[in-house]
């Protein structure tokens, strides 16, 4: 049995096979030898940047929720591009919640000690996982 994706939202990019792509919000990828396939063929690794940014697991049905949550933690853990330093703060104190909490620690790369960068298992998390991070956060979903 192969892993199923769903497209979280439109994918533009170009794969890994060198075209580019076009991939409907909503459209269902299959995950083969480590690599999400787009309509029989290659189109990015399963662990890539892309995989992330696009496509959430549906394995259990729950691949769009699992994406709006995903995009959501995400979202409200953005550093604001504006120099405001009450917005810096706010952001800050978020972040300082994740680098507490246990459940999220889980979700942490080790190999990054003093910077926090999400792990592949993040974006595959248990839908009640990432229901506790959200409201953690207060990500509104």
Not at 26 to 48: K, M, N, R
């Given at each position: 049995?192969?892993?199923?994706?769903?497209?979280?939202?439109?994918?533009?990019?170009?794969?890994?096979?060198?075209?580019?792509?076009?991939?409907p919000f909503?459209?269902?990828?299959?995950?083969?030898?480590?690599?999400?396939?787009?309509?029989?063929?290659?189109?990015?690794?399963?662990?890539?940047e892309n995989?992330?940014?696009?496509?959430?697991?549906?394995?259990?049905?729950?691949?769009?929720?699992?994406?709006?949550?995903?995009?959501?933690?995400?979202?409200?853990?953005?550093?604001?591009?504006?120099?405001?330093?009450?917005?810096?703060?706010?952001?800050?104190?978020?972040?300082?919640?994740?680098?507490?909490?246990?459940?999220?620690?889980?979700y942490r790369?080790?190999?990054?000690?003093?910077?926090?960068?999400?792990?592949?298992?993040?974006?595959?998390?248990?839908?009640?996982?990432?229901?506790?991070?959200?409201?953690?956060?207060?990500?509104?979903?």
């Open positions: 049995m192969h892993t199923q994706y769903v497209a979280r939202k439109r994918a533009r990019f170009v794969g890994c096979n060198g075209q580019r792509v076009n991939i909503g459209s269902i990828l299959i995950a083969e030898d480590g690599f999400l396939l787009w309509q029989g063929e290659p189109l990015c690794v399963e662990t890539s995989a992330h940014t696009y496509f959430s697991r549906n394995d259990d049905g729950q691949g769009q929720r699992r994406g709006e949550l995903v995009t959501a933690i995400l979202g409200r853990l953005a550093m604001p591009i504006v120099d405001d330093k009450k917005l810096r703060a706010q952001t800050q104190s978020r972040w300082d919640k994740i680098w507490a909490d246990s459940l999220c620690k889980k790369r080790p190999e990054h000690k003093d910077y926090w960068l999400w792990s592949h298992e993040f974006y595959n998390a248990p839908v009640e996982d990432l229901c506790y991070i959200a409201r953690l956060v207060g990500a509104r979903v």
